[in-house]
């Protein structure tokens, strides 16, 4: 009897209570935010990317590098960023000296929460992945362009829209992509501040901020982003250096129907962007880089003349800004 009546008396009591209580007006609950996520738009990213496929690979200085970072610079003013430029010189693998630049695009500046969205804009010099002919030039459309493409359509989708709760800063790093071939190792030794040969702006950005004092909550870095089928495993590096990052970013992908390409499968490291923006510039970054099964990160057509418009998918770029749009501005 005991048993069957305890419950009764809590019940009335509580009851009792919630009726003889009063709330403060302190305690009022504060009303739901109302989020309005911009829509991403796959046609407009694509167009970005054909457009820096248009002015030709960016290897640094070239014409259609000089071309291609005054395009950016104007298209993130034209949509309301507040545009920094990070001009340096920095020395290749192969003792070539080159003229690079960072091109961060901040929204919402004074915020003091931030979030940084990544991808590099160069492209390697020479095609050394392809069956055929490893010196040429190749389009870079997916490694490079589809990153930055999806990044631009973010920026126009703020740029005409409320601006998220939190600060986001985009940044576009430069030589990235000038690393030493698989089987080949530099003669030189690394200049002074540089920890390899790939990655060299994030190398420089994670040791000169744009801003002083600059931080952010988390990165978020895009690499090879928009081939047709295209998959994101959840790498290595990310799970060790911002594990609830990833699972923010998959989950909301999931959330949005975009399962076929974000996979919750764990994966190996990579050394990219977000290994230096994490460890030297103290940002926690994660990675989001294609995989394909059987033949690992970045997928067959990487560093070879495959890599050309006709890989690039709509679908895919769309996938990947829409889910983070949705992570940006669900952020509080």
């Known amino acids: 009897m005991n048993f069957k009546r305890i419950p009764v008396l809590v019940i009335s009591l509580v009851a009792l209570n919630a009726c003889t209580t009063k709330k403060k007006p302190e305690e009022t609950e504060k009303p739901a935010r109302i989020v309005q996520v911009p829509q991403f738009n796959s046609d407009s990213a694509y167009s970005f990317v054909e457009r820096q496929v248009k002015f030709g690979p960016r290897i640094p200085n070239t014409k259609p590098h000089q071309q291609t970072s005054d395009y950016f610079i104007s298209r993130f003013k034209k949509y309301g960023a507040v545009v920094t430029v990070q001009d340096f010189d920095a020395v290749t693998w192969d003792n070539q000296k080159v003229q690079l630049k960072n091109i961060i695009a901040s929204y919402n500046p004074e915020a003091q929460k931030r979030i940084l969205l990544a991808a590099h804009w160069d492209t390697r010099p020479y095609a050394d992945k392809d069956t055929e002919k490893k010196n040429a030039p190749f389009d870079g459309a997916n490694d490079g362009a589809s990153g930055v493409g999806v990044l631009l359509e973010i920026a126009r989708a703020i740029g005409q829209s409320k601006t998220p709760y939190v600060g986001v800063d985009i940044i576009l790093f430069d030589g990235e992509d000038w690393g030493e071939p698989n089987d080949t190792r530099s003669k030189l030794s690394l200049p002074e501040g540089y920890q390899d040969w790939w990655c060299l702006g994030s190398q420089y950005w994670s040791k000169h901020k744009h801003k002083k004092n600059y931080s952010a909550y988390y990165g978020i870095l895009l690499d090879m982003v928009g081939s ?55 940002v926690p970054m994660i990675d989001i880089v294609h995989y394909q099964i059987g033949t690992g990160f970045f997928g067959d057509y990487h560093h070879s003349r495959k890599d050309n418009l006709s890989i690039i998918s709509k679908e895919t770029l769309n996938a990947v800004g829409a889910t983070l749009l949705n992570v940006v501005y669900y952020e509080e």
């Open 228 to 282: 047709k089928h295209g998959q994101f495993f959840r790498e290595g590096a990310s799970l060790e250096f911002a594990p609830s990052v990833v699972e923010k970013v998959w989950n909301t992908a999931s959330q949005l129907g975009y399962t076929d390409y974000f996979v919750k499968t764990n994966v190996g490291g990579i050394t990219d962007d977000h290994v230096f923006v994490s460890e030297l510039g103290k």
